[in-house]
Nanobody, 125 residues
Framework: QVQLVESGGGLVQAGDSLRLSCAASTRIFSYLVIGWFRQTPGNEREFVAAIRWNSGTTTYADSVKGRFTISRDNAKNTVYLQMNSLEPDDTAVYSC??????????????????WGQGTQVTVSS
C-alpha cells in the first residue's frame, strides 16, 4: 500500500521554474518506482518522468528531456520533479504514481497501481 501526496503546483510565466514534490507513505521501498504523469482536459494522461527508488535510475519523456529533472530524497521519502524552462504546453494537472516492478521503469499509466490527487501547473505565455 502506498499513499502519495503531491504539492508545489502553481501559476508561472514561460521560462520560469517550478518544483513539484511527491511525498510517499510506504514501508516498502524495494522495487518501488515513482512516476510523474500529466493530463490536460480532453487528453490522455501522459508520462513525464520516473525514478526507481533503490538505484536512482531515471527515465524521461522526450518532450521534457533537458528541462525536467526527477530526483528523490530518501530521508524525506519524497520524489521531486524540477521543471525548468517551462512552456505553455507544460500546463496540466501533474500526478505522481507508484508501482513495484521487479525490473525496469514502466512508462504506461496502466502499469501504475497507486496515484496521488494531482496538482495544477499553469504556464502563461
Amino acid at each position: 500500500q502506498v499513499q502519495l501526496v503531491e504539492s508545489g503546483g502553481g501559476l508561472v510565466q514561460a521560462g520560469d521554474s517550478l518544483r513539484l514534490s511527491c511525498a510517499a507513505s510506504t514501508r516498502i521501498f524495494s522495487y518501488l518506482v515513482i512516476g510523474w504523469f500529466r493530463q490536460t482536459p480532453g487528453n490522455e494522461r501522459e508520462f513525464v518522468a520516473a525514478i526507481r527508488w533503490n538505484s536512482g535510475t531515471t527515465t524521461y519523456a522526450d518532450s521534457v528531456k533537458g528541462r525536467f529533472t526527477i530526483s528523490r530524497d530518501n530521508a524525506k521519502n519524497t520524489v521531486y520533479l524540477q521543471m525548468n524552462s517551462l512552456e505553455p504546453d507544460d500546463t496540466a494537472v501533474y500526478s505522481c504514481a507508484a508501482v513495484f516492478p521487479l525490473t525496469g521503469i514502466p512508462i504506461a499509466k496502466r502499469d501504475y497501481n497507486y496515484w496521488g490527487q494531482g496538482t495544477q501547473v499553469t504556464v502563461s505565455s
